[in-house]
């Protein structure tokens, strides 16, 4: 189908490529794309020739060795990477992976961006260039200005910054009007306190980067476990039989994960991969540790390749159940663990009538995997003693996120696999500090005790009314309901949906303030005025006037532990987090503190003195967070006791409503390629599954390929469709180069964030309201762009 062929609304079809907000997207640029087949096998030696690379490029040999040689140690600097915990006893030397290795040569880079490179790009000029080269300008040195009407940002002093932010907050006309993001590198003692200012200043719109990947996980969990966290330890995976790794990729998100994974598959546990790509994390792994096996095969990693259709999932895992269920009626009291679903869970005898009531056809046309293979896998999960199930935002940004995961927890329910060592069920999440912002309270909507504990410890009434999360705080900007947008981190218009719109949204702000290591393209997209202000990283030293700093964060699995940097900072003119936030709350409450905030930054021992009054399961956390490897925070389902209402788990009912595609339409995916960590680029090769040189690209079935009459890097448009409110809307995305893939048929991926402007803001997951970037209906006609031909090697697999 062509542009002139929709008939309806056409949001976008008539925008140029680059959309309506210059510079909103990075340029496009497809010419030097090189696909290659894909790789065999993850990590080895060119994950060590990489990781070496890249430190003596950013960081330097000197400078990179200090850092890497305290990464992830007990006392050292915390990888702001993903949230993999490390172990709880015994570390090596080297306690990471190469894309941990990549995360800190960004941040200990000796490249600096100084007021100097601001006088010579105009923001307009830094718009037209890549989110590549943006990100590769080096560490931001001097709080930095762009006043209303300049082209230029201007430096400006940390009062004068301050007394700008305070001026424009204190003149809103309800603090509603603000909106304050965190991202998930923000440390738990920042958290606390950015939370706890913008309580007081009179608001709760805390949106956080949570909001767009496991909120879908924390929402289905509290409800049916009680707990809105994963329930294992890693030590459980030494015991587990199976481990299901669903809607997730290890090998370039949680690379060690694989390390884990490969110790479980050496005593011969079984790992089904659930996903519609058959990614090489998954498939054979050489542990960059192991000298010797870093010339052999690899190990394998997946025992079974599950190749569901995107947003098939809850299909599959239907099917799972109504096996297991089915097989139990054969062979009674054999299959199901009865005394613990009678005794720990409700619920189950609607589930089971409810299942027997959905059809086989439509588990094996919806999931897209055979009815065959549905038996085989459940027959490895019933004979299995120890089940964990793990998940990443290959689920959480379905539209039925949410019944997807409690339908994994059926499963769990029904064979006992949760609350005993070995099992239980994993959310891995993809940020450092992600899990531990949301403990220190910054969600928009707290429960009702946390925010009783601040008005009974700091004599201030917290706002009730609960605040926007990160869709309805885009919305609210566009709208024009929200004029200030600050962020704690991040990079928020490249991590957010609909590209254009987000763009619009933010530049309506009469100003907007990033709190950032390094340039991005959230500061091109600007308010009225805007701010960057620089902040000390993970890996920075922090020294207050009581002495060197360590700040705490929370990993995937609940353990609380320090971090403390120890490089020179680039520039003395940097502040902490903490710091940052302790300033801003006295520029702007003024006589109404009812903190004494520059007491507090003195020392943050008195940061965690509060956290500990106010969080729970964090009591007496200055002496257990020094504790080695910190201290895990209460996790009642882990124990086999769930604090529902009940006071049981829940077996949960769903219904699959599955995605209706037209003739020529496709089921869209958002990825990461391996040189990205979230919207951080680090390079422009995804070496694990061939393309190289560029990042434009659509993976897609060499069948499809074939039928639609393409070939091999031919360029195409992509247009979205999305029906609201009655009328359909449509997007596009101009230029993508084809990439014949191993991927279900009518399921194709494309990299973000380049494809994030296809994703519609009102395309949410049903009651988490996370956008759904794993599931965008699109179709394609051949681009009128001439470039010059990708270069294709002959070998990769094309139909
Ligand atoms: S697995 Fe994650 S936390 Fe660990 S080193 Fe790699 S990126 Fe960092």
């Not at 080096?138 to 940390?158: F, K, N, Q």
């Not at 663990?337 to 059809?359: I, M, N, P, W």
């Not at 389902?637 to 006071?647: C, M």
């Not at 009651?767 to 009128?784: D, G, H, M, Q």
Request: proline share 5%; with cysteine; net charge neutral.
């Amino acid at each position: 189908m062509g542009k002139a062929d929709h008939p309806s609304l056409a949001i976008g079809t008539d925008r140029q490529s680059n959309g309506n907000i210059a510079g909103a997207q990075p340029p496009i640029e497809t010419d030097s794309i090189q696909i290659t087949p894909p790789a065999r096998v993850a990590a080895g030696l060119k994950s060590v020739l990489k990781a070496t690379e890249v430190t003596l490029k950013e960081p330097g040999l000197v400078r990179g060795v200090a850092a890497l040689a305290r990464l992830n140690q007990f006392d050292g600097i915390d990888c702001p990477g993903c949230a993999w915990p490390d172990p709880d006893h015994e570390r090596s030397l080297n306690e990471y992976c190469e894309n941990g290795v990549k995360a800190i040569a960004e941040e200990a880079t000796a490249k600096r961006c100084t007021p100097d490179f601001f006088r010579s790009w105009s923001v307009a000029e830094l718009a037209a260039q890549s989110d590549y080269w943006l990100g590769h300008q080096g560490r931001l040195t001097a709080p930095m200005v762009l006043r209303e009407s300049r082209d230029h940002y201007e430096p400006i002093s940390w009062d004068d910054a301050f007394t700008m932010i305070a001026g424009e907050l204190n003149s809103l006309s309800s603090p509603n009007q603000a909106i304050f993001y965190t991202s998930g590198r923000t440390s738990n003692e920042a958290a606390f306190l950015y939370q706890l200012f913008v309580r007081q200043f009179g608001t709760n719109n805390l949106p956080d980067c949570s909001n767009m990947c496991h909120e879908s996980s924390g929402l289905a969990l509290k409800e049916v476990i009680g707990v809105g966290k994963g329930t294992v330890k890693l030590e459980d995976f030494d015991l587990a039989d199976t481990i299901l790794i669903i809607g997730q990729n290890p090998g370039t998100n949680h690379p060690r994960m694989l390390a884990t994974l490969q110790k479980a598959a050496r005593r011969g546990a079984a790992i089904v991969a659930v996903n519609p790509l058959a990614e090489v994390g998954l498939t054979r792994f050489k542990h960059p540790k192991d000298v010797l096996g870093l010339f052999g095969a690899g190990t394998k990693i997946a025992t079974h390749f599950v190749q569901v259709r995107l947003s098939g999932d809850l299909a599959f895992f239907q099917g799972l159940c109504k096996e297991l269920l089915e097989e139990e009626a054969r062979r009674p009291g054999e299959v199901i663990h009865h005394d613990f679903v009678q005794q720990k869970t409700t619920g189950f005898e609607e589930y089971r009538a409810a299942l027997a009531g959905v059809s086989w056809d439509d588990i094996v046309e919806q999931s897209g995997i055979p009815r065959e293979q549905i038996r085989q896998i459940a027959k490895v999960v019933m004979r299995s003693k120890n089940v964990i199930a793990c998940w990443a935002m290959g689920l959480t940004q379905q539209r039925q996120a949410v019944a997807t995961i409690q339908e994994i927890v059926n499963l769990a329910l029904l064979g006992g696999h949760i609350g005993r060592p070995g099992n239980g069920v994993c959310p891995v999440r993809g940020h450092s500090n992600v899990q531990g912002d949301r403990t220190m309270g910054i969600w928009e909507r707290m429960p009702g005790s946390f925010l009783d504990k601040l008005r009974d410890v700091f004599g201030f009434e917290p706002p009730r009314k609960h605040g926007w999360d990160v869709v309805d705080s885009i919305k609210a900007m566009h709208r024009g309901d929200a004029k200030i947008f600050f962020a704690m981190g991040g990079n928020f218009l490249s991590a957010t949906p609909d590209t254009e719109f987000t763009a619009e949204a933010l530049s309506r702000c009469e100003l907007t303030v990033h709190v950032s290591t390094k340039l991005n393209r959230a500061h091109v997209i600007s308010g009225r005025q805007a701010l960057i202000l620089p902040c000390l990283g993970r890996t920075d030293r922090d020294r207050q006037t009581s002495g060197g700093q360590f700040v705490s964060v929370e990993n995937s699995m609940g353990v609380v532990h320090m971090s403390r940097g120890s490089l020179d900072p680039p520039s003395d003119q940097l502040l902490s987090e903490p710091a940052i936030v302790a300033r801003l709350a006295v520029a702007t409450l003024g006589d109404h503190a009812r903190v004494q905030w520059m007491h507090l930054v003195e020392d943050y021992d008195r940061i965690r003195d509060l956290i500990a009054q106010i969080v729970p399961g964090c009591e007496d956390m200055n002496r257990r967070v020094r504790q080695r490897g910190g201290f895990y925070l209460p996790n009642a389902a882990r124990d086999n006791d769930f604090k529902t209402r009940s006071g049981k788990a829940h077996f949960t009912v769903s219904v699959m409503e599955p995605i209706p595609l037209g003739p020529g339409q496709f089921l869209l995916t958002t990825l990461r390629t391996h040189d990205q960590y979230n919207t951080t680029i680090y390079g422009l090769d995804d070496r694990y599954r061939g393309v190289f040189h560029g990042r434009r690209v659509v993976l897609i079935n060499p069948e499809d390929v074939r039928e639609h009459g393409w070939k091999a890097g031919d360029r195409l448009d992509i247009t979205s469709h999305f029906w609201n409110e009655g009328r359909e809307e449509l997007r596009t995305a101009e230029r993508f180069v084809v990439v014949p893939y191993e991927i279900p048929r009518r399921c194709v991926a494309t990299y973000f964030p380049e494809a994030n402007v296809l994703v519609p803001i009102g395309s949410v997951a049903l009651r988490s309201n996370t956008p759904t970037s794993k599931a965008v209906v699109v179709s394609f006609c051949l681009s009128n762009a001439n470039d010059a031909a990708a270069r294709v090697d002959e070998s990769h697999v094309v139909g």
